[in-house]
């Protein structure tokens, strides 16, 4: 019914017809494109970045995936990194700090 009415409406607008509904939700359908993996790259990212400090980094891609997961993954490997970096910066703070002086 609705298709008939859209057709209807087509071919009185532009003179042509229009495609059948279920063609152009078909057409809809294959131009969205599928995020199921992101989730899967975020989580090995998050995973690398437990021994490497730069993988947590690239995380951030997956920051704006519509995969609620990936931004899960990604959102924790933010606050990893960050503890990372603030405890290399007072490491090596204190390190520069009480470093030995002189010779023993």
Not at 27 to 33: P, T
Request: with cysteine; glycine share 4%; hydrophobic share 40%.
């Amino acid at each position: 019914m609705t298709e008939k009415i859209l057709n209807k409406l087509d071919v009185e607008k532009n003179g042509n017809e229009l495609k059948s509904f279920k063609n152009n939700q078909n057409y809809n359908n294959q131009r969205i494109k599928n995020y199921s993996d992101d989730y899967k790259h975020s989580l090995i990212f998050l995973i690398s970045g437990l021994f490497l400090w730069l993988p947590l980094i690239f995380n951030l891609i997956f920051f704006r995936s519509p995969n609620i997961q990936a931004r899960r993954f990604s959102a924790a490997s933010l606050i990893i990194g960050t503890c990372y970096f603030i405890s290399t910066v007072i490491s090596l703070s204190i390190a520069y700090v009480y470093q030995p002086v002189g010779n023993y």
